[in-house]
Nanobody, 121 residues
Framework: QVQLVESGGGLVQPGGSLRLSCAAS????????MGWYRQAPGKQRELVAI???????AYTDSVKGRFTISRDNTNKAVHLQMTSLKPEDTAVYYC???????????????WGQGTQVTVSS
Protein backbone atom coordinates (compact mmCIF):
# COMPACT_ATOMS: atom_id res chain seq x y z
CA GLN A 1 0.00 0.00 0.00
CA VAL A 2 1.29 3.41 -0.94
CA GLN A 3 1.70 5.97 1.83
CA LEU A 4 2.87 9.57 2.02
CA VAL A 5 4.12 10.59 5.44
CA GLU A 6 4.79 14.22 6.28
CA SER A 7 6.96 15.65 9.02
CA GLY A 8 8.39 18.97 10.15
CA GLY A 9 5.37 21.05 11.08
CA GLY A 10 5.11 23.02 14.29
CA LEU A 11 4.82 26.43 15.92
CA VAL A 12 7.14 29.21 14.76
CA GLN A 13 7.29 32.96 15.29
CA PRO A 14 6.69 35.38 12.42
CA GLY A 15 9.84 35.70 10.36
CA GLY A 16 10.98 32.23 11.31
CA SER A 17 11.65 29.14 9.21
CA LEU A 18 10.44 25.57 8.98
CA ARG A 19 11.26 22.66 6.72
CA LEU A 20 8.55 20.18 5.79
CA SER A 21 9.37 16.74 4.47
CA CYS A 22 7.25 14.04 2.85
CA ALA A 23 8.36 10.51 2.05
CA ALA A 24 6.53 8.03 -0.12
CA SER A 25 6.62 4.32 0.66
CA UNK A 26 5.06 1.10 -0.57
CA UNK A 27 4.81 -0.49 -3.96
CA UNK A 28 5.76 2.36 -6.29
CA UNK A 29 6.76 2.14 -9.95
CA UNK A 30 7.12 5.85 -10.59
CA UNK A 31 6.29 9.26 -9.15
CA UNK A 32 5.38 12.15 -11.41
CA UNK A 33 4.67 15.60 -10.04
CA MET A 34 4.99 16.13 -6.28
CA GLY A 35 3.64 19.10 -4.41
CA TRP A 36 2.50 20.79 -1.26
CA TYR A 37 -0.98 22.13 -0.60
CA ARG A 38 -2.37 23.88 2.45
CA GLN A 39 -5.73 24.46 4.04
CA ALA A 40 -6.38 27.19 6.56
CA PRO A 41 -9.45 27.09 8.85
CA GLY A 42 -12.58 28.02 6.94
CA LYS A 43 -10.76 28.12 3.61
CA GLN A 44 -10.40 25.80 0.65
CA ARG A 45 -7.28 23.75 0.12
CA GLU A 46 -4.84 25.63 -2.10
CA LEU A 47 -1.75 24.73 -4.06
CA VAL A 48 1.48 26.03 -2.51
CA ALA A 49 4.22 24.60 -4.71
CA ILE A 50 4.89 21.76 -7.12
CA UNK A 51 7.95 20.08 -8.59
CA UNK A 52 7.84 17.88 -11.67
CA UNK A 53 9.77 14.68 -12.20
CA UNK A 54 12.19 16.73 -14.27
CA UNK A 55 12.76 19.25 -11.51
CA UNK A 56 10.68 22.16 -12.80
CA UNK A 57 9.00 24.11 -10.02
CA ALA A 58 6.06 26.44 -9.62
CA TYR A 59 4.75 28.43 -6.66
CA THR A 60 1.65 30.29 -5.69
CA ASP A 61 2.31 34.03 -5.73
CA SER A 62 2.02 34.52 -1.97
CA VAL A 63 5.03 32.27 -1.23
CA LYS A 64 7.35 33.16 -4.11
CA GLY A 65 10.76 34.17 -2.83
CA ARG A 66 10.05 32.71 0.62
CA PHE A 67 9.40 28.99 0.03
CA THR A 68 11.54 26.51 -1.86
CA ILE A 69 10.35 23.08 -2.98
CA SER A 70 12.79 20.28 -3.75
CA ARG A 71 12.65 16.56 -4.32
CA ASP A 72 14.90 13.59 -3.65
CA ASN A 73 14.07 10.95 -6.23
CA THR A 74 16.33 8.34 -4.64
CA ASN A 75 14.40 8.48 -1.39
CA LYS A 76 11.02 9.24 -2.98
CA ALA A 77 10.77 12.43 -0.95
CA VAL A 78 9.75 16.04 -1.37
CA HIS A 79 10.67 18.94 0.87
CA LEU A 80 9.37 22.44 1.44
CA GLN A 81 11.77 24.97 2.94
CA MET A 82 9.73 27.85 4.33
CA THR A 83 11.37 31.12 5.37
CA SER A 84 10.11 34.56 6.41
CA LEU A 85 6.96 32.91 7.65
CA LYS A 86 3.86 35.03 8.19
CA PRO A 87 0.76 34.44 10.31
CA GLU A 88 -1.22 33.97 7.10
CA ASP A 89 0.91 30.91 6.32
CA THR A 90 -0.80 29.15 9.22
CA ALA A 91 -2.54 26.06 7.87
CA VAL A 92 -2.45 22.30 7.64
CA TYR A 93 0.06 21.42 4.92
CA TYR A 94 -0.54 18.35 2.76
CA CYS A 95 1.89 16.48 0.56
CA UNK A 96 0.64 15.27 -2.82
CA UNK A 97 2.19 12.99 -5.44
CA UNK A 98 1.09 11.42 -8.71
CA UNK A 99 2.03 7.75 -8.34
CA UNK A 100 1.96 4.69 -10.58
CA UNK A 101 2.23 1.33 -8.84
CA UNK A 102 2.94 -0.60 -12.07
CA UNK A 103 4.20 0.36 -15.52
CA UNK A 104 0.72 -0.14 -16.98
CA UNK A 105 -1.37 1.27 -14.16
CA UNK A 106 -2.88 4.74 -14.19
CA UNK A 107 -1.27 7.55 -12.28
CA UNK A 108 -3.23 8.17 -9.10
CA UNK A 109 -2.90 11.25 -6.89
CA UNK A 110 -1.99 10.35 -3.33
CA TRP A 111 -2.20 12.54 -0.24
CA GLY A 112 -0.42 12.63 3.07
CA GLN A 113 -2.23 13.00 6.37
CA GLY A 114 -1.26 16.64 6.79
CA THR A 115 1.00 18.49 9.19
CA GLN A 116 0.07 21.62 11.12
CA VAL A 117 2.08 24.80 10.65
CA THR A 118 1.28 27.65 13.03
CA VAL A 119 2.94 31.04 12.71
CA SER A 120 2.30 33.12 15.81
CA SER A 121 4.11 35.23 18.37
Amino acid sequence: QVQLVESGGGLVQPGGSLRLSCAASGSIFSINTMGWYRQAPGKQRELVAIVTSGGDTAYTDSVKGRFTISRDNTNKAVHLQMTSLKPEDTAVYYCNAGIKIRWNSPEVPRWGQGTQVTVSS
